[in-house]
């Protein structure tokens, strides 16, 4: 195994700029949760639910968790009103879970509040200035897509040699 260095060298202001922007998000992100009534995983849960409907195993693949700690997210998601069970479209035996409308757009809000920020911003950056951080926050994001990549399969590979 490499040896992992003690510190981390050459951070940039570009890069601690970063990472501060990473650390509020996860912040924000808490203070949601927190005002949700929620806790992480029941926070990571509906995020996806968000997105599309699942089944109760697939949220448990998406979230790393076994069936039977999905299926208890799923149930305090229910009792908590921001989720609801329903028959599955085409097969009846499953069901899906489905985020209810209200939490959606109350999670919308919020979102809604970080693009007015964003806007706020970028009002008084010229048109280059607004193009070139566009292109910095797409090219660092391709290459942290291609990072987590990269972690995802070395984890798979470490789970499998387990």
Sequence with gaps: MAEMPSTVTGVT???????????????????????????????????LLMRRPMGPT?????????????????????????????PHPQDRRRTVVRAVESSRE????????????????????????SAAVLRFLERTAAHMEAWRDDLAVRADRREDAA
Excluded: C, F
């Design 13 to 47: 202001d570009h890069a601690r700029a970063l990472r501060r922007i990473v650390r509020l998000h996860g912040e924000v992100r808490s203070q949601m949760r927190r005002l949700m009534g929620l806790k992480d995983t029941d926070y990571a849960a509906l995020a």
């Design 58 to 86: 697939e949220l448990a693949r998406a979230l790393h968790l076994s069936t039977a700690s999905a299926t208890a997210v799923v149930d305090r998601l229910v009792a908590t009103g921001h989720a609801v069970r329903e």
């Design 106 to 129: 109350w999670a919308m809000a919020e979102v809604q509040h970080m693009v007015g920020l964003v806007g706020e911003v970028l009002a008084d950056a010229s048109e280059e200035e």
